[in-house]
């Protein structure tokens, strides 16, 4: 069975820019779930996803949001980006909201010049 | 917050059993403990949870004491691929995934 993907891994953009990531859970898997990581403030929830509705909220600004698909497929997008948004982003999915194991993608390496 | 307290790192001698500590002396009775280790540039890697009784799976077993205010992680025979920063969670079951700062474990060759 096929991990977590999310693209693009890599990706650069300029202050101010917006940039939109993408993450494909596990087939079967519908509760997605996005993290932060950086070396200061390490993992940071950000939100998470099932039945293509947004079920809780870390404590970011509004410029971050997401969204899911009926495929179960998830976006999340960064407006006005800062010079601190350069993180890792991380993904992962499980089976459904309040099961045990959440399996994560390789993450999106962002760098915000 | 996170909601535990765990050693900024450990040593363990490849082979040997690694006993990785976590404090939750907060936690509440609907909350379960759950483990998670990040191998460097990987994303997390969900190793086991449990409530109240001990738990074991091929990667580890976890035993929580009986006042559920402390827990400990066991890799019966560590090798130097288990050398992660490993972290202790406490949520409720559909409560959101709450990272401290883990323990960096070192296995030694």
């Known amino acids: 069975k096929a991990g977590v993907t999310q693209t693009p891994r890599y990706l650069i953009k300029t202050r101010g820019q917006q940039v939109t990531l993408s993450c494909s859970p596990i087939?079967?898997?519908?509760?997605v779930s996005w993290y932060q990581q950086t070396p200061g403030q390490g993992l940071q929830f950000l939100f998470e996803?099932?039945?293509?509705?947004?079920?809780n909220k870390g404590n970011f600004p509004g410029r971050f949001s997401g969204r899911q698909f009926s495929n179960s497929r998830s976006e999340m997008n960064v407006s006005t980006l800062e010079l601190g948004d350069s993180a890792l982003y991380l993904c992962?999915?499980?089976?459904?909201?309040?099961?045990?194991?959440?399996?994560f993608g390789p993450g999106t390496r962002l760098t915000v010049t | 917050d996170a909601k535990t307290t765990q050693p900024t790192s450990m040593d363990c001698a490849e082979g040997r059993a690694a006993n990785l500590p976590c404090n939750h002396s907060?936690?509440?009775?609907?909350?379960?403990v759950y483990w998670y280790r990040q191998i460097h540039s990987q994303g997390p890697q969900y190793i086991i949870h449990?409530?109240?009784n001990n738990e074991t799976n091929e990667m580890a077993s976890l035993i929580i004491t009986e006042d559920r205010k402390s827990s400990t992680l066991i890799l019966p025979h560590a090798t130097l691929r288990d050398t992660a920063v490993y972290y202790c969670?406490?949520?409720?079951?559909?409560?959101?995934?709450?990272f401290g700062k883990g323990t960096r474990l070192h296995i030694l060759p």
């Open positions: 907060t936690i509440s009775g609907n909350e379960y």
């Open positions: 992962a999915s499980s089976l459904a909201r309040g099961l045990n194991e959440q399996y």
């Open positions: 087939s079967g898997h519908r509760s």
């Open positions: 449990g409530l109240k």
């Open positions: 969670i406490v949520r409720a079951h559909d409560d959101k995934i709450i």
């Open positions: 996803y099932f039945s293509e509705t947004q079920r």
